[in-house]
């Protein structure tokens, strides 16, 4: 018995399952959210509807913030972060921004930049 | 006005392929902060008898781990690294990783080069700019950067370089010529 695993706390898991915070979705509504897309809050936030994954996204996002770094943030898997953000942006809190999108590369000079960047460091 | 003056900040995102323990998680954290990024995809067929899956048939997702590492450049202006999954069976989240990205390192390791076959193709039918980073494992043959173009059959301006993923200098070059050859491909197509 003394040699079986134990686990505690955060090491047993998380106590309510990833899904079974958004209900079983595994995809938002709309679109899909891009892993570097910019997330922000916009508006008032109705604290009494919002679960409390929704009020620390919100809350994470009042500077503008990553979709990969809310999911690194709020410990939470990628899809799951998607779906809560699809509704967030259902009830028009956030804002979204796809830097990725529109199929322009960037530019020359923020390219510049980066390499310059990377050079110091 | 120039709209980069606006204060939307700029995330770019470089992939960091190659097989199974070529080095990937190794360049990752060379260069950047390694954060435990959780993601999950649709469990596909391959995944059936691999993913225990008794009594949870109505189980279609499965959490992965994703390499994941961030580089400030300054404030407003981050560089995103995501190794890609190097299982077979998760290849479909490449299409929505490689949206948009800036570019990509594909490693090789010259004891088992075939393992880069797919990455290479894969970049090259996307048109994603790539370098071919030849990580110099301990005992390895030291094959001249020509003949691992010659191998992989590359074109001419795709770059290929030596470099150990385990120190920083090294990995920054790396970076370095990707962003540099993703610069020339962004003019030259202008």
């Avoid at chain 2, 994941?68 to 190794?83: A, D, K, M, S």
């Amino acid at each position: 018995m003394s040699d079986s695993p134990q686990w505690f706390d955060e090491e047993a898991g998380p106590v309510v399952r990833p899904y079974a915070l958004i209900r079983g979705r595994t995809r938002p509504s709309g679109d899909v959210f891009d892993l570097v897309a910019i997330v922000r809050a916009v508006g008032e936030t109705p604290t009494g509807e919002l679960g409390p994954e929704q009020q620390l996204i919100l809350r994470a996002a009042r500077a503008p913030i990553s979709v990969a770094d809310l999911a690194v943030e709020l410990d939470l898997p990628v899809g799951v972060v998607r779906v809560l953000l699809g509704d967030l942006r259902d009830h028009g809190l956030i804002s979204v921004s796809s830097p990725s999108a529109g199929g322009s590369r960037t530019n020359e000079r923020i390219l510049k930049e980066v390499i310059n960047g990377l050079r110091a460091l | 006005m120039d709209s980069v003056l606006s204060e939307d900040p700029v995330a770019l995102k470089i992939l960091i392929a190659g097989g199974f323990g070529v080095g990937k998680t190794t360049l990752v954290g060379s260069i950047s902060e390694i954060k435990p990024l959780r993601t999950e995809e649709v469990l596909s067929d391959r995944g059936v008898g691999v993913d225990d899956l008794d009594g949870v048939e109505a189980k279609t997702t499965t959490t992965v781990a994703m390499d994941f590492g961030r580089i400030t450049i300054r404030e407003g202006l981050v560089v995103y690294l995501f190794g890609t999954p190097g299982q077979e069976r998760f290849w479909f989240m490449w299409d929505e990783l490689s949206y948009g990205a800036l570019g990509a390192v594909v490693i090789a390791d010259t004891r088992r080069l075939t393992d880069c076959f797919p990455s290479v193709d894969y970049f090259e039918q996307r048109g994603t700019p790539f370098v071919v980073a030849v990580n110099c494992f301990e005992g390895a043959d030291r094959h001249s950067v020509d003949d691992v173009r010659i191998a992989l059959d590359l074109d001419d301006d795709v770059p290929v370089m030596l470099c150990d993923v385990r120190r920083r200098t090294s990995a920054k070059e790396v970076m370095i010529t990707l962003v540099e050859h993703s610069l020339r491909t962004l003019t030259s197509a202008n």
